[in-house]
């Protein structure tokens, strides 16, 4: 079959052009051939062409008519082996076409129709194996299309509309090891009812509703095993309703409640072992109000006052034995009055003086309490 081929393009190079036609060498850097080029007494490419690559093998072959390919036209790679074999009418990919890897497997096969492809196309992997089949219509995917993993196993299932941009029914993906890794259906485009990821290992990764590509429902997520990660509720494709996340020993780690996509009210956060790590009040995404922060032991690592997501009120941070060790005021998010810094043992040793964010004044003490250190500021930072 292949010789019969190649016997059709030789036909069609030595077949007469009707002009007086000269031909053009043209030659690689290195001297060695490159190009034949037959050429009619208007200057234009009429008639056989064949380039090579620099190794000295036959790089393309096939015939022109004024400038332009026609008909039988053969690619090769640079170990000789055919890359590609296909038909051109008026210079634009027109009839059935073969394609090769390297190694001579067979690469991919259609049929374009005015330089798109249409009808059944199949492409493959150089083990030999099935890679992409499926059907165009004037250049795009339509219908339903399917990839293989170089194994021969599905990887991918789709149905489409004009190409992977427009899918419009399922859409499903397997992992190498044939379990499936997403199920998913598609209206106009836009991913409609259940929607499911797994992990490799075949457990579920996350489940979620949607409703003309917006998530609408309940999305869980989960570990790697089958315990549940995340649970979240949505709204027009914005969180709305309670929230819970989970660490990986089942645990709650954060939960409270959204609306219209932001946290509104009490937040719990918590460490592995359930103890609480933050107390936190929101106001429509915003901090409000008394926050808290903990240790891992149970003691108080922080209290700090909020309005409107700005430090507003009485701050105090304690050491993990719960000890003070430091308290300050804010306003509207900058230090305002006093601050004072204490060390492990309970004793002061440092006290700032704030008026809208600005440092007015610094006094340090030493270990027995005794004041050593004075000093004044203007407004601009510098000691009066």
Not at 293 to 302: C, T
Request: charged letters at 40%; glycine letters at 12%.
């Amino acid at each position: 079959m292949a010789r019969a081929s190649r016997l059709l393009i030789v036909c069609a190079l030595l077949a007469p052009t009707g002009a007086a036609a000269e031909v053009e060498r043209r030659r690689h850097p290195d001297g060695r051939l490159a190009e034949l080029i037959t050429k009619n007494r208007f200057g234009e490419k009429e008639g056989p062409y064949s380039a090579y690559h620099r190794n000295g093998r036959l790089k393309e072959e096939g015939r022109f008519v004024r400038d332009k390919r026609e008909g039988a036209w053969a690619e090769y790679h640079e170990n000789g082996k055919l890359r590609r074999r296909a038909h051109h009418k008026k210079d634009v990919l027109d009839g059935p076409f073969v394609s090769h890897h390297e190694n001579g497997a067979k690469s991919a096969e259609g049929t374009y129709r005015e330089g798109r492809l249409e009808g059944r196309y199949r492409s493959y992997h150089a083990n030999g194996r099935l890679a992409e089949e499926g059907s165009f219509r004037r250049g795009d995917l339509e219908g339903e299309a399917r990839w293989y993993h170089e194994s021969g196993r599905l990887a991918c299932l789709a149905d489409v509309v004009r190409g992977m941009t427009r899918l419009n029914g399922r859409y499903h993906t397997f992992f190498a090891n044939g379990r499936p890794s997403e199920r998913a259906s598609y209206k106009e485009r836009k991913l409609e009812g259940l929607h499911e990821l797994f992990h490799e290992s075949g457990h579920p990764r996350q489940r979620a509703s949607y409703r003309g590509g917006r998530l609408e429902g309940t999305r869980t997520s989960y570990f790697d095993g089958g315990r549940v990660r995340e649970e979240a509720s949505y709204r027009d494709d914005q969180r709305h309703g309670p929230y819970r996340d989970h660490h990986e020993n089942g645990r709650v780690r954060e939960e409270g409640r959204y609306e219209a996509g932001v946290y509104h009210g009490a937040v719990r956060l918590y460490f592995e072992d359930g103890r609480k790590a933050q107390e936190l009040v929101y106001d429509r995404g915003q901090r409000h109000g008394r926050q808290r922060s903990y240790y891992r032991n149970g003691k108080l690592e922080a209290e700090e006052e909020y309005a409107a997501g700005e430090r507003h009120g009485r701050s105090r941070w304690y050491f993990d034995d719960g000890k003070l060790a430091c308290e300050a005021r804010f306003e509207r998010g900058k230090l305002a009055g006093g601050a004072r810094l204490f060390t492990d043992e309970g004793k002061l040793r440092e006290e700032l003086e704030y008026a809208a964010g600005v440092l007015t004044r610094r006094k340090l003490y030493d270990e027995k309490g005794k004041l050593k250190f004075d000093r004044r500021y203007l407004e601009d930072g510098s000691r009066r």
